[in-house]
């Protein structure tokens, strides 16, 4: 049994488990066939019994076929088909199954947005609340935490802080749309610094079609990219952006420049969004825009392009709310 809330994998699909797959999605839609047939001369019992086998057949060879085809190397995944559909599939291909129900386990720093922790619960993930000013090689930070689970459930972690996927698939889908919907003219981009991913994977693609472009990196106050000592890093309030070491994800040689910005700046900038200009959008995106503003200041003639990462959904309770940003004295009185 693991603890992850996934089913793990003893060996990878061969020809004979997909040849098995498509047989059992042909059982299954059969029997849900002559069950419709033979309402009328069998009793409900004997229906439900064929609805529940031809269902859990064809479900569960939906599920595996498509944990198989989107993580293929992985040694678990999740899926939300499980008991008896996720059993019953593992019988007839042949897997070792190691089976619990939920989405798994999410790391989280303290202070994180209570709604998105909730909304990670919605989905049923064990939420670990970890202590936001440690370091991050501190057994109990997020990321450690989630390191130790990973290990110990032998579940998937996707590590975006590392994984090359992460800035690979803005490379390849980020940068080409920006470059597409300005027709060629963008001059800068201005993009906020966590993961690296984002600014690096789109940096990399719009350099290469143009080397002129220029990267801005937004930055919050207290972050390691744009600290000047190591005594200048400290926590901050802006959520998403901004790091205390630096993630292997990010090149930080294709950054040109960094826009620093307060917690009061961005949470104001994120609140002027949704009033000006009808952006719901979160405190990581209202930094990125008050660097983008900056910059604009400088350079009129550039076609700027400014990306904005979060939706001010997750923090209603917070940046739009006045009464928490009158606490931490962000609010611009009238």
């Not at 085809?69 to 019988?91: C, D, H, K, N, V």
Request: glycine letters at 14%; charged letters at 15%; proline letters at 5%.
């Amino acid at each position: 049994m693991s603890g992850n809330g996934a089913p793990t994998l003893s060996r990878s699909l061969t020809r004979l488990d997909l040849v098995v797959i498509g047989v059992a999605q042909i059982i299954g839609a059969g029997i849900f066939v002559i069950s419709g047939v033979g309402v009328k001369i069998a009793g409900p019992g004997l229906i439900l019994s064929f609805l529940l086998a031809g269902g859990a057949c064809t479900l569960a060879a939906l599920c595996y076929a498509e944990l198989a085809s989107m993580m293929p190397q992985a040694g678990s995944a999740y899926s939300y088909a499980y008991g008896i559909f996720g059993e019953l599939a593992a019988w007839i291909i042949g897997w070792d199954l190691i089976l619990e129900y939920g989405m798994g386990a999410a790391t989280v720093a303290a202070g994180w947005s209570f709604y998105l922790q909730d909304l990670l619960r919605a989905y049923g993930a064990e939420v670990v609340v970890c202590p936001g000013e440690v370091a991050p090689d501190d057994p109990r930070s997020y990321y450690s935490t989630a390191a130790r689970i990973a290990a110990e459930r032998g579940a998937f972690r996707p590590d975006q802080y590392a994984n090359p996927a992460n800035p690979a698939g803005h490379y390849a889908t980020t940068g080409p749309e920006i470059w597409r919907q300005t027709d060629g003219q963008v001059g800068v981009l201005v993009a906020g610094v966590g993961t690296g991913g984002t600014i690096t994977g789109t940096a990399r693609y719009l350099k290469g079609r143009n080397p002129g472009v220029w990267v801005v990196g937004a930055d919050p106050e207290g972050s390691i990219f744009t600290a000047r000592s190591s005594e200048a890093v400290h926590p901050y309030l802006t959520e998403g952006v901004g790091e205390d070491f630096w993630p292997d994800a990010f090149d930080p040689t294709l950054v040109d420049e960094y826009e620093m910005v307060s917690d009061g700046e961005a949470f104001r900038t994120a609140r002027r969004l949704a009033v000006s200009e009808g952006i719901l959008a979160g405190g990581s995106s209202g930094m990125a825009v008050a660097a983008a503003r900056r910059v604009a200041a400088r350079r009129p003639g550039d076609l700027i392009v400014v990306i904005l990462p979060d939706s001010g959904r997750s923090y209603l309770s917070k940046a739009f709310d006045d009464t928490w940003m009158r606490e931490h004295g962000f609010l611009e009185e009238s």
